[in-house]
């Protein structure tokens, strides 16, 4: 059982930047590669970010390419989201979730095993 909480958001201003994190409890959590997802109001929720248990190895989404990074501190059972030069459109409740590392990363929502309440995110123009 793995339990996740997100912290971090808030509004920033267009070209702004934010860090979300997610702590998650449990003492396994180095088994499990987590994502991050983004859910704007009328939308379906999107992959945003993966990492691989190791933090080795990640995967972004187009949309967030080169503005986002993904990291993970397994000694403190933490994972990161920093997000530079935000833009409008990347307003949403961001979600970290969790699913146990099969050697590949977990990109669609039903394939992920547990899931945070997520965190709002609101970037103004």
């Known amino acids: 059982q793995v339990q996740l909480v997100e912290s971090g958001g808030g509004e920033v201003q267009a070209g702004g930047s934010l860090r979300l994190s997610c702590a998650a409890s449990g003492r396994t959590f180095s088994r499990y590669g987590m994502d991050w997802f983004r859910q704007a109001p009328g939308k379906e929720r999107e992959f945003v970010a993966a990492?691989?248990?190791?933090?080795?190895?990640?995967y972004y989404a187009d949309s967030v390419l080169g503005r986002f990074t993904i990291s993970r501190d397994n000694a403190k059972n933490t994972v990161y989201l920093q997000m530079n030069s935000l833009k409008p459109e990347d307003t949403a409740v961001y979600y970290c979730?969790?699913?146990?590392?099969?050697?590949?990363?977990?990109?669609?929502?039903?394939?992920?095993?547990?899931w945070g309440k997520g965190t709002l995110v609101t970037v103004s123009s």
């Open positions: 990492i691989s248990w190791s933090g080795g190895s990640a």
């Open positions: 979730a969790a699913a146990y590392w099969k050697g590949y990363y977990i990109r669609d929502v039903d394939g992920m095993d547990y």
